[in-house]
Nanobody, 116 residues
Framework: QVTLVESGGGLVEPGGSLRLSCAAS????????VSWHRQAPGKQRELVAR????????NYADFVKGRFTISRDNAKNTVELQMNSLKSEDTAVYYC?????????WGQGTQVTVSS
């Protein structure tokens, strides 16, 4: 059974940092294109960052460029999202996604709240 499980969310003050992790089971994360998405209340889910299959190319939404970094840990079979300089508008549920051989997998999401 293929699953993705996110962790690392929580409450943080503006300007703070969080590191999200997405643990994959049932498939090898190094053989998938992976990405992080988020959905704020009342808004559509949006792409935050994507990492290519080889890991050589990463793409970021303009609103997180320079603040967030996506990475893959093949040894742990995880995808990470380092989030720095967090803003209140970053508050959302964050989801990881993996695409392998045309099959799409989503995690259940982890809540990130940025508030003082």
């Amino acid at each position: 059974q293929v699953t993705l499980v996110e962790s690392g969310g929580g409450l943080v003050e503006p300007g703070g940092s969080l590191r999200l992790s997405c643990a994959a089971s049932g498939f090898t994360i190094s053989q998938a294109t992976v990405s992080w998405h988020r959905q704020a209340p009342g808004k559509q889910r949006e792409l935050v960052a994507r990492l290519s299959l080889t890991g050589g190319t990463s793409n970021y939404a303009d609103f997180v460029k320079g603040r967030f970094t996506i990475s893959r840990d093949n040894a742990k079979n995880t995808v990470e999202l380092q989030m720095n300089s967090l803003k209140s508008e970053d508050t959302a549920v964050y989801y990881c996604k993996a695409v392998q051989l045309g099959l799409v997998y989503w995690g259940q999401g982890t809540q990130v709240t940025v508030s003082s």
